[in-house]
């Protein structure tokens, strides 16, 4: 149980355009999710918390206008990356809390911005 | 914010030595979870361990909790291939998952 699916597993597209990533949890109801981003050989840098109904809340340093969560219900968060260019290529991973301490997190997307 | 170190970075080995993986915390741990990613993948969740001093085995992984709940090691006997990936510590609360600075393991035949 406690799967989380996460579409596209990757996708290429043009400088200037805008990618929707889908987080959807399979088997449980998920009032929380959590938006990564990964570099080659790095760890996982979290860049916002997204809540069921209400607004994401972002770290410090990550762009609001340029990575828009939408988490509208409690089965689906998204990620849009608007006016994409080539710094923001990257491994993008989600998760859910499924649970008291239990995370289940995406296969990822890998986002090229060409 | 909690900072967490793992060292070493990046771990070259032998199939069937042995290695051990640090976690270091600039605070104490409320709870602390190990996590391997594969390539292409997201994390999966090797273990938990919320008291000072424990010791968890998983095969042949151990996974030990330091007293003062501040540091933590994972410890492989006999390394395969199928080891290989990257190795994460995670300090978990209510709020969020904080992830250690990650171990890259490869594992050669």
């Known amino acids: 149980g406690a799967v989380v699916s996460q579409h596209p597993s990757w996708v290429i597209c043009k400088s200037g355009t805008s990618v929707k990533i889908e987080c959807r949890s399979l088997d449980f109801q998920a009032t929380t999710m959590f938006w990564y981003r990964q570099f080659p050989k790095q760890s996982l840098m979290l860049m916002a918390t997204s809540n069921e109904g209400s607004k994401a809340t972002y770290e410090q340093g990550v762009e609001k206008d340029k990575f828009l969560i939408n988490h509208a219900s409690l089965t689906l968060s998204t990620l849009t990356v608007t006016s994409a260019h080539p710094e923001d290529s990257s491994f993008y991973i989600c998760?859910?809390?499924?649970?008291?301490?239990?995370?289940?997190f995406g296969s990822g997307t890998r986002l090229t911005v060409v | 914010t909690q900072l967490l170190e793992q060292s070493p970075q990046f771990l070259s080995i032998q199939e069937g030595e042995n290695l051990t993986v640090y976690c270091n915390s600039s605070?104490?741990?409320?709870?602390l979870q190990w996590y391997r990613q594969e390539p292409g993948e997201g994390p999966v969740l090797l273990v938990t361990?919320?008291?000072?001093?424990e010791v968890k085995k998983l095969k042949r992984l151990t996974f030990q909790f330091g007293d003062a709940r501040k540091d933590s090691s994972l410890h492989i006997t006999a390394a395969q291939p199928g080891d290989t990936g990257l190795y994460l510590c995670v300090s978990y609360n209510t709020d969020k998952l904080i992830f250690g600075t990650g171990t890259r393991l490869q594992v050669f035949p």
């Open positions: 998760s859910a809390r499924a649970g008291q301490g239990r995370y289940t």
């Open positions: 605070s104490v741990f409320s709870s």
């Open positions: 361990v919320v008291t000072g001093g």
